[in-house]
């Protein structure tokens, strides 16, 4: 979880930082887009192939509300 929010804060004030900084051109804003869909996707992808999210569950899961018959 604190990766996710460490880049969910780090890639926006990156990118920003980079906007202030280097020059204005079409190549400087096609190159951010591109570096902060990368990050999206990198961050995206760090998430879903934690542990958490690839164990199986347990031996006896819990039947949702739903399902259960009072």
């Known amino acids: 979880m604190f990766w ?6 780090a890639a926006p004030a990156i990118a920003l930082g980079l906007w202030l ?4 051109s079409p190549i400087t804003v096609a190159f951010l887009a591109v ?3 990368v990050a ?3 961050g995206v992808g760090a ?3 934690s542990r958490q999210a690839s164990e199986p569950p347990g031996e ?3 039947t ?5 018959r009072s």
Request: charged fraction near 5%.
């Open 4 to 9: 996710q929010w460490l880049v969910m804060l």
């Open 21 to 24: 900084v280097l020059p204005d």
């Open 35 to 37: 570096a902060v869909l």
């Open 40 to 42: 999206v996707f990198v």
């Open 47 to 49: 998430v879903l192939n």
């Open 60 to 62: 006896q899961p819990m």
């Open 64 to 68: 949702p509300p739903s399902v259960e």
